[in-house]
């Protein structure tokens, strides 16, 4: 029976924690193996048959005294942690040093080094986890750059190349364990936000409290002015306002769920990351200047009503004329317009 490559990959899955549990003993066991290993040929030879699919590795290199992690970004699509190692006092040539200064890009699904005298692999995880968020936040299947490297750790195996655990070429499961831990971080970085939010309000409220109000009316003003910015019209938002205040109110965590939900669709309808703009934003706003400057224009309100506390005229378009709600008739007594 031909099997497919997620069936092949869930079968070795399976005889895997079978061999584990058994302890390794008995014939059932050795023909369990025996099936394992050859599950394995035929996923290799499914990446070896596919050339274009194989990741072309930089070169592995070896942590020396003092060398550093200096960024993460990508190589080649790919999440990559940029290395920058610097001189040591071993003769050149030991140990796999490299010249002071040279940089090596070092893409997860490739190479994972870890330096048990400088860097443990844990910590060098942490940078290629925050790298490899961007590319697969919030994503449920693997994608087909997930499943690349998958692929290109599992053609290249795994090797330690010495006693002192300074580095490792990544296989499967390890990759697979570093996609985990980067949709973690990313699910950690979205339960982060609103907490960080609240500390950039507390700053900028801190001799001035706000109040349920004016957080309400805010939210309705970056509402309206993001449907604005695509194009709906102050018609179109009265309509919609007359309508949801006709009927009763709802219960906030249904609410808060639904803005949510409609914001998470939009956002993919229109091409844009809601917790990338979010981020931009707060980094935007969370600055000394922008803290004063939202200062002083709430210092300057009249009176803490709905609408924000002053209006520069620099932020006012003139409109052609004030809108004007259509008549819409009179209502019977058993819910009719006349």
Same mark, same amino acid.
């Given at each position: 029976? $031909?099997?497919?490559?997620?069936?092949?990959?869930?079968?070795?899955?399976? %005889?895997?924690?079978?061999?584990?549990?058994?302890?390794?003993?008995?014939?059932?066991?050795?023909?369990?193996?025996?099936?394992?290993?050859?599950?394995?040929?035929?996923?290799?030879?499914?990446?070896?048959?596919?050339?274009? *699919?194989?990741?072309?590795?930089?070169?592995? =290199?070896?942590?020396?005294?003092?060398?550093? =992690?200096?960024?993460?970004?990508?190589?080649?699509? %790919?999440?990559?942690?940029? =290395?920058?190692?610097?001189?040591?006092?071993?003769?050149?040539?030991? *140990?796999?040093?490299?010249?002071?200064?040279?940089?090596?890009?070092?893409?997860?699904?490739?190479?994972?080094?870890?330096?048990?005298?400088?860097?443990?692999?844990?910590?060098?995880?942490?940078?290629?986890?925050?790298?490899?968020?961007?590319?697969?936040?919030?994503?449920?299947?693997?994608?087909?750059?997930?499943?690349?490297?998958?692929?290109?750790?599992?053609?290249?195996?795994?090797?330690?190349?010495?006693?002192?655990?300074?580095?490792?070429?990544?296989?499967?499961?390890?990759?697979?364990?570093?996609?985990?831990?980067?949709?973690?971080?990313? *699910?950690?970085?979205?339960?982060?936000?609103?907490?960080?939010?609240?500390?950039?309000?507390?700053?900028? $409220?801190?001799?001035?409290?706000?109040?349920?109000?004016?957080?309400?009316?805010?939210?309705?003003?970056?509402?309206?002015?993001?449907?604005?910015?695509?194009?709906?019209?102050?018609?179109?938002?009265?309509?919609?306002?007359?309508?949801?205040?006709?009927?009763?109110?709802?219960?906030?965590?249904q609410e808060i769920g639904g803005?949510?939900?409609?914001?998470?669709?939009?956002?993919?309808?229109?091409?844009?990351?809601?917790?990338?703009?979010?981020?931009?934003?707060?980094?935007?706003?969370?600055?000394?200047?922008?803290?004063?400057?939202?200062?002083?224009?709430?210092? *300057?309100?009249h009176g803490r009503g709905v609408?924000?506390?002053?209006?520069?005229?620099?932020?006012?378009?003139?409109?052609?004329?004030?809108?004007?709600a259509p008549f819409i008739g009179?209502?019977?007594?058993?819910?009719?317009?006349?």
């Open positions: 029976m $031909t099997m497919t490559r997620e069936q092949l990959i869930a079968r070795r899955d399976e %005889l895997q924690a079978q061999i584990d549990a058994s302890n390794g003993w008995g014939a059932a066991v050795g023909a369990m193996s025996e099936e394992l290993e050859g599950i394995k040929r035929r996923l290799q030879a499914q990446v070896s048959e596919n050339p274009c *699919r194989q990741v072309d590795l930089p070169h592995v =290199i070896q942590l020396g005294t003092g060398d550093r =992690i200096i960024t993460s970004g990508f190589y080649r699509g %790919l999440p990559a942690v940029f =290395i920058e190692p610097t001189a040591d006092p071993r003769p050149p040539g030991t *140990r796999g040093e490299t010249p002071a200064g040279e940089r090596h890009t070092l893409a997860p699904g490739a190479t994972v080094i870890a330096a048990a005298n400088l860097r443990s692999l844990e910590v060098l995880r942490e940078h290629i986890d925050k790298a490899a968020t961007k590319l697969m936040r919030g994503a449920a299947p693997l994608t087909e750059d997930e499943c690349f490297m998958v692929e290109a750790a599992m053609y290249y195996g795994f090797q330690h190349v010495d006693d002192d655990a300074t580095v490792f070429q990544a296989n499967e499961s390890q990759i697979v364990a570093l996609v985990k831990a980067a949709r973690e971080q990313g *699910r950690q970085d979205v339960l982060s936000l609103q907490p960080r939010c609240v500390t950039w309000l507390d700053k900028v $409220t801190e001799d001035d409290p706000t109040d349920l109000t004016e957080r309400l009316a805010r939210f309705f003003e970056e509402s309206a002015e993001f449907v604005q910015s695509k194009g709906f019209t102050e018609a179109q938002v009265h309509d919609i306002v007359r309508y949801v205040f006709g009927r009763p109110a709802g219960e906030p965590p803005a949510m939900t409609t914001m998470a669709v939009l956002c993919d309808f229109i091409g844009e990351d809601m917790f990338a703009c979010a981020e931009a934003e707060l980094a935007r706003v969370d600055t000394p200047e922008m803290i004063q400057k939202i200062r002083e224009k709430r210092s *300057r309100r609408l924000p506390g002053t209006t520069e005229e620099a932020d006012l378009v003139p409109a052609e004329k004030p809108y004007q009179l209502p019977l007594s058993d819910g009719r317009m006349i």
